[in-house]
């Protein structure tokens, strides 16, 4: 009997007869079966069956009215090859039976003797199992093969014994040894001898306990090249669990390991370099910083450390972000940006680099990611920095040389163009130099024109240059000239600058210039033949003497070139004592008599004669002369004063006018005290004339020196009394002995009814406080009767006398006394 579970049998039957059908069908089932069938007698039929349902067995007829078995069985075979054919046949004769059994039908039985049908059946649906089971094995060892034949990793198996009995193909390709070259051979002819004994016998432990040895070989191949072969070696074991076997898996890994080498080589080359490398992505995200970079820019060494930090972070302020913007605007566009800009620091240090940035684009032309080079140019900096300031300055004194300052000069041109106004440059040498260095040796000479270059530099303005040319020469660019009186201002403060003498060792040096000055644009618009000119005309102040100073054009700095050689004239006239005194008398109205004169300036010219005080007198406040001067003036009138006393026998007074400027000096008190002390003369001789102007300036100051001068016992008096805007308070408040009326008041006497009305208001304001009153310019007998009717003290004026030389007024004031 045939098992429970293999009971169930579909059944096809080929057959025209539905009784021997049943006769079969029904044997099947007292054989145990319980059979699913279905009955054809056509080809079609046939074929629609078999691929309809698939079938446990097929039973056939031989001979059929509309079929045969024959067609039957090659029909099934092309859609069944292991299904059994069994031939059901009432007249199948033995060579028939043969020829279908070679054919491919299973066996026969005859209809007469269906008696054998069920074990036939059970023996044929258990080959079938069998025949099933075994093609299945060829079918999966087919396909392993295939796999193994055409794998990309090379494979040889060995025998126990480690001799080669297969490689597929791409062992072949891989090793260059054909299959036959490597039959029955060991596979150490593709040991490299790179590969010491431990590494074997690590390999053939691990294989004797039937485990998978797996490493990376350094293999020769045969034509002796070495190659890196990542390999599984697995035993195989045999029923008795003995290993007879071994099979090597191997890749070709030769060009991932170079690669592998190739990038670590690399990476090792970007970490050491120690410029800055780094991999951002395509939003600027930094995804790799080397080193150097991390160290540059203050990153800690792990990315961690940066994470999340961009190129944006690397600037240092929002011109560097729009630059760097542009930078990777132009990378995008252009594949490679280069330039030097400015990376910062963590700790906000700005780094100037030369930096080149890549853009790495995929196959959508879409940027993927940056990478940057960037070279820290400090050092190259500083040395260009140096190099740019040892071309552009003198090295002994610092100062800039010739081409920084034709520089500056050319920009003080721009600018005086742009803003209408002017530039001017002045050429200075040094006068005598030559002698010092002669004398004292060069090493003086250097630090002597070492001082001057200090000296000049601190007394000029922000804006101006001022440059060494060599040797002795330096020359000064001014900036923003409005007129001739800003040129003359520098001057005075040069001359001012280099009254004290130069220490140079032990020795003290009184440093001169002869100076040449030529003014943009008037004298040349470009900047080389202003300096030509600065320098032309400093050859003609050299010429004129020591210390001189020359315009380079006549023209507009005609009044500049005047006034300058007004003052050049004056010192030397101070030197010379060209200045002179002239006394005018005043004459009391109540007793009629000369009581005091006026000490008038004059400047004896050798060339142009006596020179009135208003053309001078300003020079001398401007340039700082008039405290020399008015000193002068001072003991000089003191004396002349004492000299008068001493030869009319009778007291007489002096007024001496001050200016401002000579007023305000610290030491003017001191100075009067100490004429008055060495020409032992009474204070009460001595007059100060002060303006208007004095009086009304800053009030605590003037009244100290006021109260100072008062305290010596001098007369105080107002000149030019009502000619200033001034209030009349200080009148009052100040320790003032007289007012003198101007002239211009004076002049119209008695005709001009305004002026009579000031002169007698002022003559009442005077008396009222108790000052005495003189009138000046009192030119006619008129003038002074109208004076004296208004009881004015004193006058002064043409009508007495013009001022005139010490002699001739000792001389007119003898004549007076004789008559
Ligand atoms: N038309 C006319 N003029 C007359 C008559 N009488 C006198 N004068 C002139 O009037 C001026 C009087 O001097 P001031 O008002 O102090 O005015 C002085 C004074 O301010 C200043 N000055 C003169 N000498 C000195 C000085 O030693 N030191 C200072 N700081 N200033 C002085 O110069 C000014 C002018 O002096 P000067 O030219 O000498 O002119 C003198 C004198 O010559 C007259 O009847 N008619």
């Known amino acids: 009997m045939i098992d429970e579970s293999d009971a169930h049998l579909s059944a096809l039957i080929v057959e025209d007869s539905e009784d021997d059908a049943l006769l079969l069908i029904s044997h099947l089932e007292s054989g145990g ?22 079938w446990d067995i097929v039973f056939s007829d031989y ?3 509309h079929f045969s078995g024959d067609k039957a069985l ?14 059901v046949s009432g007249n199948i004769g033995e060579e028939t039976a043969v020829a279908a059994m070679k054919a491919g039908a299973q066996d026969y039985v005859m209809k007469s003797n269906l008696k054998r049908l069920v074990p036939v059946v059970q023996r044929e649906l258990a080959e079938a199992e069998l025949r099933r089971r075994q093609r299945q094995v060829e079918d999966k060892l087919r396909k392993l093969s295939m796999v193994v034949e055409n794998a990309v990793d090379g494979v040889f198996i060995t025998d126990s014994s480690g001799q080669i009995e297969y490689v597929n193909p791409a062992f072949e390709r891989i090793t260059g040894f054909s299959g036959r070259e490597v039959s029955g051979r060991d596979p150490a002819l593709l040991n490299s001898g790179r590969h010491g004994k431990a590494f074997f016998r690590r390999m053939w432990q691990t294989l004797h306990k039937g485990q998978v040895f797996r490493d990376t070989f350094i293999n020769r191949r045969k034509d002796g090249q070495e190659f890196y072969e990542e390999k599984a070696i697995m035993p195989l074991l045999d029923a008795q669990g003995e290993i007879s076997h071994f099979v090597s898996i191997g890749r070709d890994v030769t060009a991932q390991v170079r690669e592998r080498a190739e990038r670590e080589r690399m ?24 080193r150097a970079g991390c160290e ?3 990153l800690g060494p792990q990315p961690a450390d940066w994470d999340g930090a961009d190129l944006d972070d690397l600037c240092h302020d929002e011109t560097a972000r729009v ?16 330039s030097e800009i400015e990376l910062c620091s963590r700790e906000g240090k700005v780094i100037p680099v030369s930096q080149v940035i890549l853009a790495h684009t995929g ?10 080079i960037a070279r820290d140019i400090t050092e190259r900096k500083r040395f260009e920095s140096q190099l740019q300031y040892q071309a552009s300055h003198d090295m002994l004194t610092g100062l800039p040389n010739r081409v920084l300052l034709m520089h500056r000069l050319q920009m003080e041109m721009d600018r005086a163009q742009r803003h209408s106004t002017r530039a001017a440059v002045l050429f200075l040498d040094l006068d005598n130099f030559k002698r010092v260095n002669d004398s004292l040796g060069h090493q003086a000479g250097d630090a002597l024109l070492q001082r001057v270059a200090w000296r000049l530099g601190n007394c000029l303005r922000p804006n101006d240059t001022v440059a060494r ?40 040096l009184f440093v001169g210039f002869s100076a040449g000055i030529a003014v943009y644009p008037n004298d040349g618009d470009s900047h080389d033949i202003l300096l030509q000119n600065a320098d032309t005309a400093m050859y003609r102040a050299k010429a004129m003497g020591k210390g001189e100073y020359q315009f380079y054009a006549a023209g507009m700095n005609a009044r500049g070139q005047e006034l300058l050689s007004l003052e050049t004239d004056l010192r030397r006239a101070l030197q010379r004592e060209e200045l002179v005194l002239y006394y005018q008398p005043q004459m009391d109205l109540g007793s009629g008599r000369i009581v005091a004169v006026e000490a008038l300036l004059r400047w004896q010219h050798p060339e142009k004669g006596l020179v009135p005080p208003s053309d001078f007198i300003p020079i001398l406040e401007e340039s700082g002369l008039i405290n020399v001067a008015g000193d002068w003036v001072l003991r000089r009138a003191c004396a002349d004063c004492a000299r008068l006393i001493g030869q009319l026998g009778s007291v007489m007074r002096v007024a001496v006018n001050v200016s401002p400027r000579q007023f305000n000096d610290p030491g003017f008190v001191d100075s009067v005290r100490r004429v008055l002390g060495r020409q032992r003369i009474p204070a009460g001789c001595l007059e100060l004339e002060i303006t208007e102007e004095i009086v009304m300036q800053e009030v605590s100051m003037t009244g100290s020196t006021l109260s100072e001068l008062d305290r010596l016992g001098v007369r105080l008096a107002v000149d030019d009394f009502g000619t200033g805007y001034s209030s009349m308070a200080y009148l009052k408040r100040f320790p003032l002995d007289a007012l003198k009326i101007d002239r211009t008041f004076v002049e119209g006497l008695p005709g001009d009814q305004g002026n009579a009305a000031i002169v007698e208001a002022s003559i009442y304001l005077g008396r009222k406080l108790g000052l005495e009153v003189i009138a000046e310019g009192v030119e006619t007998a008129v003038q002074r009767e109208f004076l004296q009717a208004h009881q004015c003290d004193l006058i002064q004026g043409y009508a007495l006398g013009r001022p005139m030389p010490l002699p001739a007024l000792i001389e007119f004031l003898r004549d007076i006394s004789r008559h």
């Open 296 to 298: 540059m820019l203050g």
């Open 267 to 290: 990476n090792a080359i970007i970490e050491a370099t120690p410029d800055f490398v780094a991999i951002a992505d395509e939003c600027g995200r930094l995804l790799y910083v080397n």
């Open 469 to 508: 040319l060599g040797g002795d020469e330096f020359a000064i660019v001014m900036s923003d000239v409005r007129d001739i009186d800003n040129i003359l201002t520098i001057i005075h403060k040069l001359r001012a600058t280099f009254d004290s003498p130069i220490l140079v060792g032990t020795q003290e």
């Open 323 to 338: 630059r760097l913007q542009e930078a990777l605007a132009t990378a995008r566009r252009k594949g490679l940006w280069e």
């Open 74 to 87: 090659s029909l099934l075979r092309q859609y069944d090859q292991d299904v059994p054919f069994i031939f």
């Open 63 to 65: 001979a059929m009215p």
């Open 363 to 372: 196959a959508d032309a879409k940027v993927e990611f940056y990478s940057t």
């Open 33 to 54: 079966y319980r059979v699913g069938w279905q009955r054809v007698e056509t080809s079609d039929a046939l074929r629609r069956a078999v691929t309809e349902d698939r």
